[in-house]
T-cell receptor
Framework: GQSLEQPSEVTAVEGAIVQINCTYQ??????LSWYQQHDGGAPTFLSY????GLEETGRFSSFLSRSDSYGYLLLQELQMKDSASYFC???????????FGQGTTLQVKP | NAGVTQTPKFRVLKTGQSMTLLCAQD?????MYWYRQDPGMGLRLIHY???????AKGEVPDGYNVSRLKKQNFLLGLESAAPSQTSVYFC?????????????FGPGTRLTVL
Protein backbone atom coordinates (compact mmCIF):
# COMPACT_ATOMS: atom_id res chain seq x y z
CA GLY A 1 0.00 0.00 0.00
CA GLN A 2 0.88 3.66 -0.02
CA SER A 3 1.54 5.42 3.26
CA LEU A 4 3.38 8.26 4.92
CA GLU A 5 4.42 8.39 8.56
CA GLN A 6 4.98 11.55 10.55
CA PRO A 7 4.81 12.34 14.29
CA SER A 8 1.37 13.30 15.53
CA GLU A 9 2.48 16.17 17.78
CA VAL A 10 5.51 18.37 18.34
CA THR A 11 5.94 21.13 20.91
CA ALA A 12 8.62 23.84 20.84
CA VAL A 13 9.24 27.31 22.26
CA GLU A 14 9.19 30.58 20.41
CA GLY A 15 12.50 31.30 18.68
CA ALA A 16 13.58 27.66 18.62
CA ILE A 17 14.15 25.30 15.68
CA VAL A 18 11.95 22.26 15.08
CA GLN A 19 12.22 19.39 12.62
CA ILE A 20 9.22 17.35 11.46
CA ASN A 21 10.15 14.02 9.90
CA CYS A 22 8.29 12.08 7.24
CA THR A 23 8.90 8.60 5.88
CA TYR A 24 6.99 7.41 2.86
CA GLN A 25 6.11 4.31 0.94
CA UNK A 26 4.45 5.15 -2.37
CA UNK A 27 4.41 3.83 -5.89
CA UNK A 28 5.46 6.10 -8.73
CA UNK A 29 7.12 8.53 -6.29
CA UNK A 30 7.74 11.85 -7.99
CA UNK A 31 8.49 14.22 -5.12
CA LEU A 32 7.57 15.32 -1.60
CA SER A 33 5.57 18.40 -0.65
CA TRP A 34 4.77 20.06 2.65
CA TYR A 35 1.56 21.89 3.50
CA GLN A 36 0.50 23.98 6.49
CA GLN A 37 -3.06 24.06 7.83
CA HIS A 38 -4.38 26.38 10.53
CA ASP A 39 -7.41 25.24 12.55
CA GLY A 40 -8.99 23.17 9.77
CA GLY A 41 -8.72 25.98 7.22
CA ALA A 42 -7.43 25.70 3.69
CA PRO A 43 -4.04 23.95 3.48
CA THR A 44 -1.31 26.15 2.06
CA PHE A 45 1.74 25.02 0.14
CA LEU A 46 5.11 25.39 1.86
CA SER A 47 7.73 23.54 -0.18
CA TYR A 48 8.48 20.81 -2.67
CA UNK A 49 11.45 18.50 -3.17
CA UNK A 50 11.87 16.46 -6.32
CA UNK A 51 15.58 15.77 -5.91
CA UNK A 52 17.72 14.78 -2.95
CA GLY A 53 18.91 17.66 -0.84
CA LEU A 54 17.77 20.77 0.94
CA GLU A 55 15.37 23.44 -0.33
CA GLU A 56 15.25 26.69 1.61
CA THR A 57 12.40 29.20 1.63
CA GLY A 58 12.84 31.86 4.26
CA ARG A 59 12.49 30.38 7.74
CA PHE A 60 11.38 27.04 6.31
CA SER A 61 13.60 24.38 4.75
CA SER A 62 12.74 20.95 3.44
CA PHE A 63 14.97 17.96 2.84
CA LEU A 64 14.56 14.80 0.80
CA SER A 65 16.52 11.54 0.63
CA ARG A 66 15.05 9.28 -2.03
CA SER A 67 17.32 6.37 -1.11
CA ASP A 68 15.98 6.44 2.47
CA SER A 69 12.37 7.30 1.50
CA TYR A 70 12.65 10.09 4.03
CA GLY A 71 12.17 13.81 4.24
CA TYR A 72 11.84 16.51 6.82
CA LEU A 73 10.58 20.05 7.26
CA LEU A 74 12.75 22.39 9.31
CA LEU A 75 11.22 25.48 10.85
CA GLN A 76 13.60 28.07 12.26
CA GLU A 77 13.04 31.09 14.50
CA LEU A 78 9.66 29.75 15.52
CA GLN A 79 6.84 32.23 15.95
CA MET A 80 3.49 31.79 17.69
CA LYS A 81 1.76 31.98 14.30
CA ASP A 82 3.60 28.80 13.26
CA SER A 83 1.28 26.81 15.55
CA ALA A 84 -0.60 24.72 13.00
CA SER A 85 -0.77 21.26 11.45
CA TYR A 86 1.91 20.29 8.96
CA PHE A 87 1.39 17.60 6.35
CA CYS A 88 3.89 15.84 4.17
CA UNK A 89 2.48 14.65 0.87
CA UNK A 90 4.02 12.32 -1.68
CA UNK A 91 3.48 12.97 -5.38
CA UNK A 92 2.41 9.78 -7.12
CA UNK A 93 3.22 10.46 -10.76
CA UNK A 94 3.47 13.92 -12.30
CA UNK A 95 -0.19 14.93 -12.34
CA UNK A 96 -0.18 16.33 -8.84
CA UNK A 97 -1.81 13.24 -7.39
CA UNK A 98 -0.94 13.55 -3.69
CA UNK A 99 -0.90 11.00 -0.89
CA PHE A 100 -0.98 12.87 2.44
CA GLY A 101 0.41 11.91 5.81
CA GLN A 102 -1.86 12.22 8.82
CA GLY A 103 -0.28 15.48 9.87
CA THR A 104 1.85 16.80 12.72
CA THR A 105 0.34 19.31 15.11
CA LEU A 106 2.96 21.87 16.10
CA GLN A 107 2.38 23.86 19.25
CA VAL A 108 4.64 26.85 19.78
CA LYS A 109 4.85 28.06 23.36
CA PRO A 110 6.03 31.46 24.57
CA ASN B 1 -8.50 37.27 -8.24
CA ALA B 2 -10.54 35.00 -5.97
CA GLY B 3 -8.34 31.89 -6.35
CA VAL B 4 -10.27 28.72 -5.53
CA THR B 5 -13.84 29.07 -4.27
CA GLN B 6 -16.22 26.39 -3.02
CA THR B 7 -19.99 26.37 -2.75
CA PRO B 8 -21.62 25.78 -0.30
CA LYS B 9 -19.55 26.35 2.85
CA PHE B 10 -21.79 24.21 5.06
CA ARG B 11 -24.46 21.63 4.38
CA VAL B 12 -26.51 19.12 6.36
CA LEU B 13 -28.05 16.19 4.49
CA LYS B 14 -30.20 13.26 5.46
CA THR B 15 -29.11 9.75 4.55
CA GLY B 16 -30.02 9.01 0.95
CA GLN B 17 -30.22 12.61 -0.22
CA SER B 18 -28.09 13.84 -3.07
CA MET B 19 -26.10 17.01 -3.54
CA THR B 20 -23.45 18.65 -5.69
CA LEU B 21 -20.45 20.59 -4.45
CA LEU B 22 -19.10 23.24 -6.78
CA CYS B 23 -15.46 24.25 -7.08
CA ALA B 24 -14.37 27.18 -9.21
CA GLN B 25 -10.91 28.56 -9.93
CA ASP B 26 -9.89 31.71 -11.79
CA UNK B 27 -6.19 30.93 -12.25
CA UNK B 28 -6.59 29.09 -15.58
CA UNK B 29 -5.24 25.92 -13.99
CA UNK B 30 -5.32 22.65 -15.89
CA UNK B 31 -5.46 20.31 -12.90
CA MET B 32 -8.19 20.18 -10.28
CA TYR B 33 -8.72 17.86 -7.29
CA TRP B 34 -11.31 16.90 -4.69
CA TYR B 35 -10.18 15.76 -1.23
CA ARG B 36 -11.92 14.82 1.96
CA GLN B 37 -10.50 15.37 5.43
CA ASP B 38 -11.81 13.54 8.48
CA PRO B 39 -11.05 14.68 12.06
CA GLY B 40 -7.38 14.29 12.96
CA MET B 41 -6.55 12.91 9.55
CA GLY B 42 -4.73 13.98 6.46
CA LEU B 43 -6.44 14.73 3.19
CA ARG B 44 -7.49 11.85 0.96
CA LEU B 45 -7.91 12.27 -2.77
CA ILE B 46 -11.38 11.42 -4.07
CA HIS B 47 -11.17 12.28 -7.78
CA TYR B 48 -9.04 14.53 -9.90
CA UNK B 49 -8.92 16.02 -13.38
CA UNK B 50 -5.96 16.87 -15.60
CA UNK B 51 -7.99 18.90 -18.06
CA UNK B 52 -11.43 19.92 -19.26
CA UNK B 53 -13.54 16.86 -19.99
CA UNK B 54 -11.24 14.43 -18.16
CA UNK B 55 -11.58 12.85 -14.72
CA ALA B 56 -9.78 10.09 -12.84
CA LYS B 57 -10.22 8.19 -9.57
CA GLY B 58 -8.18 8.93 -6.50
CA GLU B 59 -7.77 6.97 -3.26
CA VAL B 60 -11.39 7.00 -2.08
CA PRO B 61 -13.72 7.42 -5.10
CA ASP B 62 -16.60 5.14 -4.04
CA GLY B 63 -19.90 6.96 -3.52
CA TYR B 64 -18.80 10.06 -5.44
CA ASN B 65 -18.95 11.24 -9.03
CA VAL B 66 -17.32 14.23 -10.67
CA SER B 67 -17.55 16.29 -13.83
CA ARG B 68 -15.26 18.85 -15.46
CA LEU B 69 -17.34 20.35 -18.26
CA LYS B 70 -15.58 23.71 -18.07
CA LYS B 71 -11.91 24.27 -17.33
CA GLN B 72 -12.63 26.56 -14.40
CA ASN B 73 -15.19 24.32 -12.65
CA PHE B 74 -14.98 20.91 -11.00
CA LEU B 75 -18.17 19.41 -9.55
CA LEU B 76 -18.37 16.70 -6.91
CA GLY B 77 -21.62 14.76 -6.63
CA LEU B 78 -22.99 12.54 -3.90
CA GLU B 79 -25.85 10.49 -5.36
CA SER B 80 -27.05 8.90 -2.12
CA ALA B 81 -25.38 10.38 0.94
CA ALA B 82 -24.30 8.15 3.82
CA PRO B 83 -23.18 9.10 7.37
CA SER B 84 -19.68 7.87 6.45
CA GLN B 85 -19.48 10.78 4.03
CA THR B 86 -19.63 13.30 6.84
CA SER B 87 -16.39 15.19 6.36
CA VAL B 88 -14.77 18.42 5.25
CA TYR B 89 -14.33 18.54 1.49
CA PHE B 90 -11.52 20.55 -0.05
CA CYS B 91 -11.06 21.41 -3.66
CA UNK B 92 -7.66 22.32 -5.08
CA UNK B 93 -6.17 23.34 -8.40
CA UNK B 94 -2.69 23.47 -9.88
CA UNK B 95 -0.96 24.47 -13.06
CA UNK B 96 -0.16 21.71 -15.53
CA UNK B 97 3.38 23.02 -15.61
CA UNK B 98 5.87 21.23 -13.34
CA UNK B 99 3.46 18.36 -12.88
CA UNK B 100 1.03 20.14 -10.59
CA UNK B 101 3.67 20.74 -8.00
CA UNK B 102 1.87 23.52 -6.09
CA UNK B 103 -1.78 23.02 -5.22
CA UNK B 104 -4.02 25.91 -4.22
CA PHE B 105 -6.86 24.95 -1.92
CA GLY B 106 -10.34 26.34 -1.47
CA PRO B 107 -11.78 27.11 1.99
CA GLY B 108 -13.63 23.80 2.28
CA THR B 109 -17.22 22.57 2.54
CA ARG B 110 -18.31 21.13 5.87
CA LEU B 111 -20.82 18.36 5.18
CA THR B 112 -22.81 16.49 7.80
CA VAL B 113 -24.94 13.49 6.84
CA LEU B 114 -27.52 12.50 9.44
Amino acid sequence: GQSLEQPSEVTAVEGAIVQINCTYQTSGFYGLSWYQQHDGGAPTFLSYNALDGLEETGRFSSFLSRSDSYGYLLLQELQMKDSASYFCAAHSGNTGKLIFGQGTTLQVKP
Amino acid sequence: NAGVTQTPKFRVLKTGQSMTLLCAQDMNHEYMYWYRQDPGMGLRLIHYSVGEGTTAKGEVPDGYNVSRLKKQNFLLGLESAAPSQTSVYFCASSSGLAGGRTQYFGPGTRLTVL
